[in-house]
């Protein structure tokens, strides 16, 4: 008995799909635009900001269809998703493009060495006059002061709630750091401003009671960054220490500060960031003054925020005419900026020698 067997032919199936040139995105995108752009000027509405909009939304519909004829249907997810991703990026670098242009364009044209280097003592109008050298001083040693006083209290009280387990205590400190993370800074430079007028005398405005302010402001950030920091240490590192005997607050002085250096001074960043900027609780506790005053615990100070508010409050001087105040107000806005950003350089910088060597060497 003989038996036949029958063979089925093989269709071919297609595992693979075809693949979109690099420049198609790009092409997608100025087609795209250029449509928008037309159907636009046809309405007689046509605005640049709208076309970018819209021009945006047809790309990546059009992406999305191509890419699913030519590619199939996971190529074209992923290209979606990585449209929103780009689209969502740019969205968010919009405000502070924007915000520097503003800043730069209307700081650049008092910016210069005459105006970091002189004060506003015996300033009374004129369009060569007054500087922001006082307010400089004042601004980096309140900072400076009260990152002396916060950064020690944080960064202690992180390792107590992060190395010392979950307490009673701890869940109380856990507790008053969330509610302080939402006190207004000028409920916490009226606290400093009460606090020192029931120890020195009421109308008290020194530079050490604006420090104290910003303190109050800068102790929940800092707790909370190191916090996190000290969290992502492998429990690992800590056992091993702990094997070789060596004891636990060396282990936590020796590897665990050490290891989490770079995310702990980063946060420290973040915090002055945070306050240095702050024009409420100084106004109220150090006060200003035209002169240089570089003593914390004597006299107002003046500090760039409250320099800032003064220029622009004053308004056009003399009679309308002279628009100094608002070029010295843009002016120092401008100074600000560079001085948070040297501050946020600095910090990468000792993060940078800080963080734990990896590799061989």
């Known amino acids: 008995m003989m038996t036949t067997s029958v063979e089925t032919p093989l269709i071919p199936v297609s595992l693979t799909h075809g693949k979109l040139p690099r420049f198609s995105p790009l092409g997608i995108f100025v087609v795209s635009l250029l449509v928008v752009a037309g159907l636009l000027a046809v309405f007689g509405s046509f605005s640049v900001v709208l076309a970018v909009v819209l021009g945006t939304v047809l790309f990546a ?3 999305v269809v191509v890419s699913r004829i030519v590619e199939g249907n996971r190529a ?33 044209k008092r910016f210069d060495f005459y105006f970091l280097s002189t004060t506003m003592r015996g300033v009374f109008g004129g ?17 400076a002061f009260a990152a002396l006083i916060s950064v020690p209290i944080g960064l202690l009280t992180a390792v107590y709630l992060v190395e010392y387990g979950p307490t009673r205590l701890g869940r109380y400190i856990t507790f008053f750091v969330d509610v302080m993370t939402g006190i207004p800074s000028i409920v916490a430079g009226l606290f400093a401003y009460a606090l020192f007028a029931l120890v020195v005398g009421p109308g008290v405005r020194m530079g050490v009671v604006g420090s104290a302010a910003l303190s109050v402001l800068m102790i929940p950030v800092v707790v909370r960054s190191s916090e996190e920091m000290l969290k992502l240490v492998p429990n690992e590192l800590r056992e091993a220490a702990y094997a070789l005997g060596v004891p636990k607050w060396l282990t936590i002085v020796k590897v665990v500060l050490r290891t989490a250096a770079a995310g702990i001074v980063t946060g420290i960043t973040l915090s002055i960031a945070r306050v240095i900027g702050e024009t409420a609780p100084l106004l109220l506790t150090a006060g200003y003054t035209n002169s240089l005053n570089g003593d914390l615990f004597d006299g ?7 320099y800032v508010f003064r220029q622009y409050s004053q308004g056009l001087v003399p009679k309308g005419i002279t628009d100094i105040n608002y070029q010295r107000a843009w002016a120092a806005a ?11 350089l600095v910090a990468r910088l000792i993060s940078r020698f800080f963080a734990p060597r990896t590799g061989r060497r």
């Open 300 to 306: 107002r100070m003046m500090t760039l925020p409250v």
């Open 61 to 63: 519909v059009a992406l």
């Open 334 to 344: 401008l100074t600000l900026i560079i001085i948070v950003m040297l501050l946020n």
């Open 127 to 143: 369009m060569d006059a007054g500087g922001v050298n006082h307010a400089i001083v004042g601004t980096l040693e309140i900072t």
């Open 76 to 108: 074209a997810k992923d290209r979606l998703a990585t449209t929103l991703m780009y689209s969502a990026f740019i969205l968010a670098l919009v405000p502070l493009v924007s915000l520097l242009w503003t800043v730069i364009s209307n700081g650049i």
